[in-house]
């Protein structure tokens, strides 16, 4: 996916109107990168029931965009793969977006039974809470009223977009994402005490790669929120479905929620998630330091790389524990040493906050000096990793607790090794 630091000098020059629907217009960049980029506008219009009610709403179109491309933005950073590139510099009506084809089913997830679904299992009463989260899809068909359909549905009708057959691979990995992504937002919801009720995504496929993304937008048009769990809160477009009346003053209401929404949103793109400090033994551990950072980094995690002994230099070392514990933020410590690892033990034994060890093992002892990481002293909470890569998991697995993002990356990351290993194993199969 593009850098979103590439120069939007290609937007000046619009090409073909790729699509028009209710709510926005799609245009193609014919000077963006391999001509794949394209210009997603939206509009100020506010439809429901099929358009049967609809209304214009002016400054709707800079909320909605404003809202889209924070959630997109949340959501790459997170690790999703979505079509989204960049806001507009010289548009607030509108984003950069990966060139695709529409796949035509809505996927909806759902975590508090409400709406529709109450219609069609008249036995659930409002409130009851989906854990997991319902999964389910829709045809994209205005005539029929977008119909719920089945995954057999789905499967037989043997769609086929950008190129890509829509099978049962392609439809669990749509379902897989959607409930990701509603996840990742639910939690980032959460930090603001907003209840996500329901959502619903689209997909679309690359054209020119064949893969599948989450696209289109997700703003105030794609959701129940309520404020503290409360339905009579309610800030979404549900509002304006439950209006006996669209009158001026109603209207404005509306425009008020969406304005409340799109400043909210920008809180969730920002985070701070604590820190991580990696004490080493000595810098002949620098190297195996480097590949927890870097791996540290898929989680939007940093750290400090510090050089200290616990057996040469104990009052040094704890010195500098009690400065990191003194900053006020939590804090997940990484002790890297080797041989008779006195570091992390010592370390675990005197702080409160959680010690990882990830000794560098040597192929000459490391049979042998693992057990200076792994058997401690009684009393002492100190775990061990070997693999420098899930130390850094282990960490973020803590500091995600309390830190939307780093949740989400986690939760992204494990989202896109179950698509890999998918689509490695399908690879395999068409090589027989």
């Given amino acids: 996916m593009a850098s979103n630091e590439e120069k939007p000098a290609y937007e000046l020059k619009l090409g073909e109107k790729i699509i028009e629907g209710k709510t926005k217009i799609v245009y193609a960049l014919p000077e963006s990168p391999d001509g794949n980029y394209v210009l997603l506008k939206s509009k100020d219009k506010i439809t429901a029931f099929d358009a049967t009610r609809k209304n214009d709403m002016s400054g709707k179109a800079v909320l909605s965009t404003a809202t889209a491309s924070a959630i997109f933005e949340l959501l790459n ?157 309610m800030r979404d477009k549900q509002f304006y479905r439950n209006l006996p009346e669209v009158t001026p003053e109603a209207l404005e209401q509306v425009k008020k929620n969406y304005s409340w929404v799109a400043t909210e949103i920008q809180k969730m793109t920002t985070h701070q998630p604590g820190h991580v400090v990696i004490f080493m033994g000595s810098p002949s551990d620098l190297d195996h330091c480097k590949k927890i950072e870097a ?83 009684s009393g002492l909470g100190c775990t061990t990793a070997l693999n420098p890569d899930g130390a850094a998991a282990a960490a973020a697995q803590i500091l995600g607790l309390h830190d939307h993002i780093v949740w989400g990356s986690l939760r992204a990351k494990r989202l896109n090794m179950a698509i890999s290993l998918s689509d490695a194993d399908a690879n395999l199969r068409k090589k027989k």
Avoid at 333 to 347: E, F
């Fill in 295 to 377: 791996a540290l980094k898929v989680f939007n995690l940093s750290c400090d790389l510090r050089i200290c002994s616990a057996h040469k230099g104990t009052e040094d070392a704890l010195k500098v524990l009690k400065v990191y514990e003194g900053q006020g933020e939590p804090l997940v410590i990484i002790a890297v040493a080797g041989r008779s690892n006195g570091l992390g033990p010592v370390l675990s034994g005197n702080s409160s906050f959680p010690v990882i060890n990830c000794p560098p093992v040597s192929s000459q002892w490391g049979a042998e000096d693992v057990w200076s990481s792994m058997r401690l002293p």
């Fill in 77 to 233: 950073k997170c690790g999703i793969k979505t079509h989204f590139i960049r806001r507009s510099d010289s548009d607030p009506e509108a984003f950069v977006g990966i060139r695709c084809e529409m796949i035509l089913l809505e996927v909806v997830t759902r975590r508090i039974a409400t709406g529709s679904f109450l219609k069609r299992y008249s036995g659930v009463k409002e409130g009851y809470r989906f854990t997991p989260v319902k999964l389910e899809m829709f045809l994209k068909d205005d005539a029929q009223h977008d119909p719920f359909w089945t995954y057999e549905q789905c499967v037989e009708a043997g769609f086929v977009f950008g190129g890509r057959t829509i099978g049962k691979r392609e439809l669990d990995m749509m379902g897989e994402t959607a409930i990701a992504v509603f996840e990742i937002i639910e939690r980032a919801w959460a930090t603001l005490d907003v209840a996500l009720v329901d959502m619903k995504i689209e997909f679309g496929v690359n054209a020119k790669t064949g893969e599948i993304f989450l696209a289109d937008v997700i703003d105030n048009d794609s959701w129940r929120i309520w404020p503290s769990g409360d339905k009579r809160l």
